[in-house]
């Protein structure tokens, strides 16, 4: 059917559209808040106002450690909501294109973009130019095998268990951050 391949046709350009819409402006908002301090306040009441470096405020610089983690962090909390309401949200295809895109957000605005900024930060002037290839390569390498294995499982296992996958792949690579880039906040 010739009009059915057209629609779908123009139903991928758009939903791919919209999710680069989304998802670029993380790109964005990493150079705006990285290296800026942020405040963690910690407050009885939320009526009140804090400044940063208050006693109850913690001022945090964001580092590309911490944006990392962040990025990880939402990715997970939106890939396991998409996995566990995978059918309710099939139904709702506007609800399910905005959450898949908040995931390429947070991508670009975590890993995507500290990718590049931390081997800079991580390793010696030594062997900094020899392990920022090795880590390119690797990751190269995990990319290539997601997009690979992700139609072939979403086949066997369902959309559903992918999707909560890769939320688990996500906290994951959180707590590899953490144990071996350490915490990230320079509070």
Do not use: H
């Not at 057209?6 to 680069?20: G, K, N, P």
């Not at 009441?45 to 983690?69: D, V």
Request: one cysteine or more.
């Amino acid at each position: 059917n010739a009009s059915g391949g057209y629609e779908l046709l123009q139903t991928t350009v758009r939903d791919s559209l919209v999710i680069s819409l989304l998802s670029l402006p993380g790109y964005f908002v990493t150079v705006f808040v990285i290296g800026r301090p942020t405040c963690v306040c910690r407050s009885s009441s939320s009526s009140s106002t804090t400044r940063c470096g208050s006693a109850s405020c913690l001022p945090c610089i964001q580092t590309p450690t911490y944006i990392q983690m962040q990025g990880f962090l939402v990715m997970s909390i939106l890939y396991i909501i998409i996995g566990l309401f995978w059918t309710s949200l099939s139904n709702i295809q506007w609800l399910l294109l905005v959450l898949y895109a908040g995931t390429f957000f947070f991508a670009n605005y975590g890993p995507n973009t500290t990718t590049f900024l931390l081997p800079s930060v991580t390793y010696s002037e030594d062997c900094r130019s020899t392990l920022n290839g090795i880590s390119a390569a690797a990751g190269k390498l995990g990319a290539l095998m997601g997009a690979s294995l992700f139609a072939p499982a979403a086949d066997m296992w369902g959309e559903s268990v992918v999707m909560v996958c890769c939320g688990c792949a996500s906290l994951l690579a959180l707590a590899l951050t953490k144990i071996f880039l350490g915490g990230g906040r320079a509070c």
